[in-house]
């Protein structure tokens, strides 16, 4: 009997947790010698919100090494966590298993600072661009102009309102054109999101398409906001109408998404057969022991 009760609260307390969880990505951003002015923070984004299981990722895209430890630079070190040094091009993970409110500073220079918010149940967006529905066609109403087109999903559990969505166009030498659409995504929802290019001249591009939720929506995955696409522009002018040719779609995406494995129910049962050997094992060893 006690035996099954172990088992089954066992059994429970697995089929119970999340086994799911989310990793949040802040940036170490280059230019700290200039304490990264006008931005709030050498930590981008400057406040994270997670909940208690989830994760945050710190990378150091600066050219000097930095820390993320818990507490204020007027009060120091609070000892919950602390980084270490953090060299260029690296990353720290922390865990967060405890509803609270966590400032933290950078020991080797007083003035980056950031908070990390952890509560139970929080509700957040989640976007990310769809992969290969970049749509680049030159239409009537457009005159001389062309129309790109690229889906954005919201897999999170919050909607996403006015977000501002940004198309660069570069060449090999120069930026061509910048484009700003501000609209909403509704959660568990893709939209359109289309960008009007005029008078392009014929040669190879580069589209960088970014999704700008500034976390205000509790976006734990910013990189998943950005991609990159190749489009060639012909020299001969195609009817209207006509979709232009795509090189290649998504040649870079930037996804840092970080999950704690799902153990599927096979894995449990495996446990538990498991744990039951071990007590019957034990029991028998005892018997024989004591006879």
Not at 144 to 161: C, E, F, L, R, Y
Not at 185 to 212: C, E, H, I, M, R
């Given at each position: ?118 509560s139970k ?48 166009i570069t ?46 929506a509790g ?73």
């Open positions: 009997m006690i035996y099954a009760i172990v088992i089954a609260a066992i059994f429970y307390s697995m089929s119970s947790t999340n086994a799911y969880a989310l990793d949040a990505q802040v940036t170490i951003v280059n230019d700290t010698t200039n304490h990264c002015r006008p931005s709030l923070s050498c930590y981008t984004p400057f406040q994270v919100n997670v909940s208690v299981g989830d994760t945050v990722t710190w990378t150091n895209q600066d050219n000097r090494i930095h820390t993320v430890t818990t507490g204020t630079s007027n009060y120091g070190p609070q000892g919950i966590f602390d980084s270490g040094a953090i060299q260029p091009g690296h990353s720290f993970t922390q865990f967060f298993g405890t509803v609270g409110k966590y400032n933290y500073y950078d020991k080797t220079d007083m003035w980056p600072s950031g908070v990390v918010v952890v149940g929080f509700s957040h967006a989640e976007l990310s661009w769809v992969p290969n529905s970049l749509k680049v066609e030159r239409q009537n109403y457009t005159s001389n102009g062309i129309v790109i087109t690229k889906q954005i999903q919201n897999t999170g559990n919050a909607d996403a309102s006015s977000i501002i969505f940004t198309l660069k060449n090999q030498s120069s930026l061509l054109y910048t484009g700003l659409v501000k609209l909403d995504v509704p959660t568990k929802q893709s939209v359109p999101v289309a960008f009007v290019w005029s008078n392009p001249v014929n040669g190879q591009y580069q589209l960088s398409f970014d999704a700008n939720s500034a976390n205000t976006d734990m995955n910013a990189n998943d906001d950005r991609s990159l696409d190749l489009i060639s522009i012909p020299s001969s002018t195609p009817v209207q109408d006509q979709a232009l040719p795509i090189t290649h779609q998504n040649f870079t995406v930037h996804d840092n998404t970080a999950s704690v494995p799902e153990f599927g129910h096979i894995s449990y049962f495996i446990l538990i057969a498991s744990i039951v050997s071990i007590l019957v094992l034990s029991k028998f060893s005892l018997n024989r022991l004591f006879s």
